[in-house]
T-cell receptor, first 115, second 112 residues
Framework: NAGVTQTPKFQVLKTGQSMTLQCAQD?????MSWYRQDPGMGLRLIHY???????DQGEVPNGYNVSRSTTEDFPLRLLSAAPSQTSVYFC??????????????FGPGTRLTVL | TQLLEQSPQFLSIQEGENLTVYCNSSSVFSSLQWYRQEPGEGPVLLVTVVTGGEVKKLKRLTFQFGDARKDSSLHITAAQPGDTGLYLCAGAPTGGGNKLTFGTGTQLKVEL
């Protein structure tokens, strides 16, 4: 199993550009999520999904869109990049039976710089 | 919004020393996890504690969940350079599920 994969690993954008961060998992996990990590702030939840076709907002959703058309893929779209979106982005997945908390498996991250 | 504050933010110690990292909140969590993250990688789960007052040991690491389920601590005995990394606590909401709130992180460096 490859686990959780993310592409690209590094990306530089100019202000106003759009792009999609890719995330895929091969563990048949229902729950997937996107976080951003900034120094001194831990990880903050952007969007999450409890299954194909179902997405919801996290703590910091503004400027980002997601969709979940398949169990395996959960792309994150930046609509119009801003310097404040410079960060490291992590995708995570977990098996999600009702009422349970399970191990979240993280991808290796995408380091994004917006100039 | 549930917040988790970790202390200290940075910790630099010599090999063989003991240390404790704290994770505190004013909110109650149904369970709490500790993750360790190395540079250029995603966090990796170390432990999950689910019961107030619970203590779990993982070799030289001891994790405790507060009685009121609002706080947790991680104690490392005889730290080694391989323990170097960013330690993150993460709390799960009382309604259950996987929507975690992460702490602010503790960067640990263990030197020879």
């Amino acid at each position: 199993n490859a686990g959780v994969t993310q592409t690209p690993k590094f990306q530089v954008l100019k202000t106003g550009q759009s792009m999609t961060l890719q995330c895929a998992q091969d563990m048949n996990h229902e729950y997937m999520s996107w976080y951003r990590q900034d120094p001194g702030m831990g990880l903050r939840l952007i969007h999450y999904s409890v299954g194909a076709g179902i997405t919801d907002q996290g703590e910091v959703p503004n400027g980002y869109n997601v969709s979940r058309s398949t169990t395996e893929d959960f792309p994150l779209r930046l609509l119009s990049a801003a310097p404040s979106q410079t960060s490291v982005y992590f995708c995570a997945s977990s098996y999600s039976p009702s009422g349970g908390l399970n191990t979240q498996y993280f991808g290796p991250g995408t380091r994004l710089t917006v100039l | 919004t549930q917040l988790l504050e970790q202390s200290p933010q940075f910790l630099s110690i010599q090999e063989g020393e003991n240390l404790t990292v704290y994770c505190n909140s004013s909110s109650v969590f149904s369970s709490l996890q500790w993750y360790r993250q190395e540079p250029g990688e995603g966090p990796v789960l170390l432990v999950t504690v689910v019961t107030g007052g619970e203590v779990k040991k993982l070799k030289r690491l001891t994790f405790q969940f507060g009685d009121a389920r609002k706080d947790s601590s991680l104690h490392i005995t005889a730290a080694q350079p391989g323990d170097t990394g960013l330690y993150l606590c993460a709390g799960a909401p009382t309604g259950g599920g996987n929507k975690l709130t992460f702490g602010t992180g503790t960067q640990l460096k263990v030197e020879l």
